[in-house]
């Protein structure tokens, strides 16, 4: 009997600790914040104009892609969420949704005048914020119209802030 292991206690609980505490670990970690950052995949929800310019972006001049950036059409596969420029009451409780789908970790990206302060509709009875609808914010992209030039920034931005990340709870 001495030489018999005896395990008491929660197992769930011990692997859901070790399993978190190997994640955390500084090669897999970099190596996992490497992986997120380079495959970054937004759902299809455009709001308005600047949806335009998301699509210049998107296109083979500037090819979203080679930052990592694919386009996909299920929220529940997605995992950044692309606000572009205006959006009304109507359509918020919709990215409301879409936000509430995306599996963790998630991340949004505001690009535009109108999501960050409103834009020429400022005073629009119809007009939110995503800070508003509770949806957090991770990069604001300001300009109207928006460049694809500044999307890429504002990726890279979004890509660097990933990478260094400190730890995740799982």
Not at 83 to 104: F, N
Not at 137 to 149: F, L, Q, S
């Amino acid at each position: 009997m001495t030489d018999q292991i005896l395990l008491i206690g929660n197992l769930k609980e011990a692997a859901r600790k070790a399993a978190q505490w190997l994640a955390n670990r500084k090669p897999i970690r970099d190596l996992r914040d490497w992986g997120i950052a380079f495959s970054l995949w937004p759902p299809h929800f455009t709001t308005s104009c600047c949806g335009a310019e998301f699509g210049a972006f998107a296109a083979a001049r500037f090819d979203a892609e080679r930052f990592g950036m694919l386009p996909f059409s299920s929220s529940r596969q997605s995992n950044i969420l692309v606000i572009e420029g205006t959006m009304t009451r109507k359509m918020a409780r919709a990215a409301r949704i879409v936000y509430e789908q995306m599996p963790e970790p998630k991340y949004v990206m505001a690009i535009g005048a109108c999501s960050l302060e409103g834009g020429i509709f400022w005073n629009s009875y119809n007009t939110v914020l995503p800070s508003e609808v509770g949806i957090p914010v991770d990069i604001y992209v300001p300009g109207c119209p928006i460049r694809p030039e500044a999307i890429a920034r504002g990726l890279l931005m979004l890509q660097k802030k990933i990478r260094h990340q400190s730890t995740i709870k799982m």
